[in-house]
């Protein structure tokens, strides 16, 4: 074995990811199941073609019209009227909130989270030499207001995440709480809201104008625009931190086959979302018949369910070719809502498990 001279910060962790399988069903990394429409794809590859010829050249530095394209339909999502100075977009929400921590963490610096949540704000916090400080949610995976401004009073942290719906739980936190958090947060809050589209919650932007100089909500095309091989991230905030993450960004970060892919993804944002509503139902209806079979479930306002039941352990679905995750809170499982034959599928296997013995 090969012994390479790693940082020490960093010796014997393990790297963020989920099991890659090849199993019948798959159900556990948050992707919506349904591929994008013929025309849609159609689209994304006439562009690729035509933009082939280009690929000598850099692409847009600042992927100005992308970033104009996001800002429209953040505009409709939010109910928040913005521009592209107030978007800026990565490849991926992780890479945005790595940007995010470059800028404003760092060695001496000090991130804030509600857990169990998001396990890559850890990992990027590590990465950046930013110390990371895990303030437990409640029973009921809610943040406790009160002992969050505790902690934030204790610890005066430079960074706070707030993940809304909550992953792997999917409860969302209300916009009050975020108000007080903000209010209390000696530094920036960055509210990730990866699954927003699945929510009925009011995004946190509309907080924005309230606290221009504390406030970025983060977001991704990844879940609800089935873009999660295309990569695109984005936040929303006031102008002052799109300049801020431009002097830690890679040059030409985005290329011009991601920018363009995107563009034509989010031309087609009605057809596409027109999947989440079914999602949506889908979940409920599946909350409702795990919860009838005796399984814990955690109210969600995002496309997946986080279950719990004495009898059901990971493998046990794994067994019966239906993969799902395991996120390491004892007891629990969570389980991303697929196509009506993969919830049957994993339904049939719910209830077998949930009679063993």
Avoid at 125 to 146: C, K, L, M
Avoid at 270 to 290: C, G, I, N, Q, Y
């Amino acid at each position: 074995m090969i012994e390479l001279p790693i940082r020490e910060d960093l010796k014997g962790k393990s790297p963020y990811g989920a099991p890659q399988l090849n199993t019948p069903v798959r159900l556990n990394t948050n992707e919506n199941p349904y591929p994008p429409s013929d025309d849609l794809a159609r689209e994304i590859g006439e562009e690729a073609a035509r933009l082939a010829v280009t690929l000598n050249r850099y692409p847009d530095r600042d992927a100005v019209q992308l970033r104009t394209d996001l800002a429209a339909y953040a505009s409709r999502a939010t109910g928040v009227p913005v521009t592209h100075d107030n978007v800026w977009a990565a490849n991926g929400s992780n890479e945005v909130l790595q940007q995010l921590l470059l800028a404003f963490g760092g060695p001496g610096r000090t991130a804030m989270g509600f857990t169990p949540s998001y396990s890559m704000h850890p990992l990027l916090a590590a990465g950046t030499f930013t110390e990371f400080i895990s303030v437990p949610r409640d029973d009921a995976f809610a943040i406790d207001e009160d002992a969050a401004l505790a902690a934030i009073a204790e610890h005066q942290p430079d960074i706070v995440f707030v993940t809304t719906p909550n992953n792997p739980t999917g409860n969302s936190t209300p916009l009050a709480t975020i108000r007080a958090i903000v209010e209390a947060a000696p530094g920036i809050v960055i509210v990730d809201e990866a699954y927003a589209e699945f929510s009925t919650a009011p995004s946190a932007a509309v907080l924005i104008g309230e606290f221009p100089g504390k406030l970025v909500v983060s977001r991704t095309m990844s879940k609800a625009f089935d873009f999660a091989g295309g990569r695109l991230g984005y936040f929303i905030a006031h102008p002052a931190f799109i300049d801020a993450v431009m002097l830690v960004r890679l040059p030409y970060h985005l290329s011009t086959l991601t920018q363009a892919a995107a563009r034509v993804a989010l031309a087609h944002a009605e057809e596409t979302l027109a999947s989440v509503d079914k999602l949506k139902k889908d979940r409920d209806a599946l909350a409702d018949d795990l919860t009838k079979l005796g399984y814990r479930v955690i109210d969600s306002d995002a496309n997946f369910l986080m279950i719990s039941h004495p009898n059901a352990t990971w493998q046990d679905f794994l067994d019966e070719g239906v993969l799902i995750r395991d996120n390491g809170i004892d007891g629990y499982l969570r389980v991303t809502i697929g196509t009506p034959e993969e919830n049957s599928r994993f339904l049939a296997v719910a209830t077998k498990v949930s009679a063993h013995a």
